[in-house]
């Protein structure tokens, strides 16, 4: 029997588009999934921060699942988030994903409560001992306990199911941390990261690919982001990663996280409706400053046109610059034997 398919490229983590109800609209959810494969991404990942798991019901969290994986019919593995409120309902969601046929679940630390080093173990260890599916761990400080390196290197060796990790925290030292404790003994295990502004670095030092919330609204840059870089075409790959840092940064900095996501696909022509979480007044108006700054930085991509108040010009990028800031990094790559 054929070893599962290694978590390598770009996952797409998805909103989930809503009806004039706030009930899931499944017909833009599918013409969605279609359109992300169409443009070249590696996998999906529903249920993440980007899907607004939390304010979801269960129900409605295994069925986005159902919709996804019938839509996507084995074209690209899925990378199903299955983090409940506790080890016997994420065990419940991780046997009813694999019977979907998802690829893996995605799972974060435990939340809320935040838990030492050893509780983060124990909690996991317990869902990889009754998980039928791989599991990946899913660190995101800002919101959970943190998964710290010894905990991790201590999962890869005690449990095979857990295949993957992917890291939030935009840290690359502690990326490169993990990477050293743990690929030597677990070379099939899987490093992706969920920080878009770093993903060209965080691919040059190891990691196999990444969760990206702009690949939601941009997958033909993440995707040729990402080939760009593993086909050593440095240059060219550093140009597009300060591109795609600009939307990154109206994306996630300009709103409330997910909104300016959610703004971007409205842009690329999908009905998105409106999220759950209630917005003030001024919160609306920021938001339609956001819409024509993600509008001008999509216009610069061709994407979409120009918003109607028309968009300023950036200042030229210098290549030479851009080159001498590949030279450092490949250098310093190379004393470290990285390259």
Excluded at 25 to 43: A, F, K, S, T
Excluded at 114 to 138: H, M, Q
Excluded at 193 to 206: E, K, S
Aim: net charge negative.
């Amino acid at each position: 029997m054929a070893a599962p398919q290694r978590l390598t490229g770009i996952y797409t983590p998805n909103i989930v588009p809503l009806d004039d109800r706030g009930e899931i609209n499944e017909p833009e959810l599918r013409r969605y999934v279609d359109w992300l494969i169409d443009r070249g991404v590696h996998g999906l990942y529903p249920n993440g921060s980007t899907g607004e798991f939390t304010r979801f019901t269960a129900e409605e969290r295994r069925r986005v699942i159902e919709i996804m994986a019938d839509q996507t019919r084995g074209r690209v593995p899925i990378l199903a988030g299955a983090a409940e409120a506790n080890t016997r309902e994420t065990i419940r969601a991780c046997e009813h994903y694999h019977k979907l046929g998802a690829r893996a679940v995605a799972i974060v630390s435990p939340f809320y409560y935040k838990l030492s080093p050893a509780g983060v173990y124990a909690y996991f260890k317990e869902i990889a001992d009754n998980s039928p599916i791989d599991v990946t761990l899913y660190n995101i400080p800002l919101f959970a306990s943190p998964i710290d390196v010894p905990t991790v290197q201590r999962l890869a060796e005690d449990c095979p199911r857990i295949v993957a990790i992917k890291d939030s925290s935009g840290d690359l030292p502690h990326m490169m941390r993990m990477i050293a404790a743990v690929r030597p003994t677990r070379p099939d295990f899987s490093f992706l990261t969920g920080w878009d502004a770093a993903l060209m670095p965080m691919l040059l030092v190891g990691c196999d690919g990444g969760t990206n919330a702009t690949s939601g609204v941009v997958p033909e840059v993440t995707r040729k982001l990402y080939d760009l870089t593993i086909a050593g075409k440095l240059t060219e790959a550093l140009d597009l990663q300060y591109r795609l840092l600009k939307l990154f940064d109206a994306m996630i900095f300009s709103s409330e996280f997910p909104e300016g996501v959610r703004a971007g696909m409205q842009l690329r022509g999908f009905q998105t409706g409106i999220g759950r979480q209630p917005q003030s007044f001024n919160q609306q108006l920021q938001l339609d400053k956001v819409r024509d700054q993600l509008q001008c930085l999509l216009a610069a991509e061709g994407f979409t046109d120009e918003p109607l108040c028309g968009c300023s010009t950036p200042a030229p990028v210098d290549p030479e610059a851009i080159a001498r800031i590949v030279q450092g990094v490949v250098g310093e790559l190379k004393k470290r034997g990285m390259a």
